[in-house]
């Protein structure tokens, strides 16, 4: 499983397709589980792990890993499930990289890859309650695949601050923000919530939606009512990874309609590596920016907000 990772130009050419590639894990018993694998940096069998004293339960220890040391955590434990064996050695550990930070992920076996369209992800079914860990479901040779908000497990593992620090946003800018609007889109209800809040800190009016599916279908709407949505909004801020639609096949479609091209569209996402200039240069996206940081994010706004008013 060391050569995971396919060249830049092979997994560009998945953009704007709306199309993603699912590394196929299990934890404990038969249930197949999901991540994309733009996250994933290798897989490899679980290294000697070192204990940490007084780390969160879910951090198994940590592990030397091509001279980097690499927390470990057990991806079963973090979502409720029982722990995975106490003897590791039998375990696999996917290595990724989220929100800049590269962490392991324990998991029993690793099974395949396969690739998909995000028309066939799909949101968690209705009644699964606020507390599930999942972020999308799809099926596999007829086979249920839960793929589980990552984010929702690093915020409750190690938290982030939410804060802007002072001297981010100024008065004069706080008083221009209340007048204005930003699009948000994530399938996350963490990443939304983080995202709502900061922008709150600035001053402007959030509107946020789950996918790129909703989103691409709302301003629709808008611009079916003679609205224009760089209008309606200073900016657009959109995750990559969503079901149904990704934040990528999200902006082409916005960029190849002449009635809604012109609105601003920062893509904000846990997705790290050298592909994302490529791809946010292919699609047409104004802007980039990693997960999760808040000062990042509100001076992307304030920037905004005084360039155009």
Not at 126 to 141: E, F, I, N, P, Q
Request: proline content about 4%; glycine content about 6%.
């Amino acid at each position: 499983m060391a050569g995971v990772m396919d060249s830049v130009n092979q997994r560009t050419q998945l953009v704007g397709q709306n199309r993603l590639e699912l590394l196929l894990f299990r934890l404990n018993g038969e249930q197949l589980y999901g991540i994309n694998v733009f996250k994933v940096r290798e897989v490899l069998q679980c290294p000697a792990l070192t204990l940490l004293p007084k780390a969160h339960p879910v951090v198994r220890g940590v592990a030397n890993i091509r001279g980097a040391t690499i927390p470990i955590l057990d991806l079963s434990m973090a979502t409720g499930l029982r722990p995975l064996q106490e003897d590791t050695r039998n375990s696999f550990v996917i290595i990724t990289e989220y929100n800049t930070k590269t962490q392991g992920f324990l998991v029993h076996s690793v099974e395949r890859i396969v690739n998909m369209n995000w028309e066939a992800i799909h949101p968690p079914p209705k009644g699964t309650g606020r507390d599930h860990y999942l972020t999308a479901v799809t099926r596999v040779d007829n086979r249920m695949v839960e793929i589980i908000d990552v984010e929702k497990v690093l915020a409750e593992v190690a938290p982030s601050s939410e804060s802007v620090s002072d001297g981010v946003i100024d008065a004069e800018v706080q008083d221009k923000a209340v007048l204005l609007r930003v699009l948000t889109v994530d399938d996350s209800s963490v990443a939304r919530k983080q995202v709502s809040r900061c922008l709150q800190t600035v001053g402007v009016e959030v509107v946020a939606l789950n996918d790129g599916r909703q989103a691409l279908n709302y301003l629709r709407q808008l611009v079916d009512e003679g609205k224009k949505p760089e209008e309606e909004f200073l900016m657009m801020i959109s995750d990559i990874e969503m079901p149904e639609m990704d934040g990528y096949t999200l902006t082409a479609e916005i960029r190849s309609d002449p009635r809604m091209q012109k609105l601003h569209i920062c893509l904000h996402t846990s997705l790290s590596g050298v592909f994302n200039q490529a791809m946010v240069k292919k699609v047409g996206a104004d802007d980039f920016l990693a997960k999760f940081k808040p000062d990042d994010l509100a001076q992307r706004v304030v920037d905004r907000i005084k360039a155009t008013h």
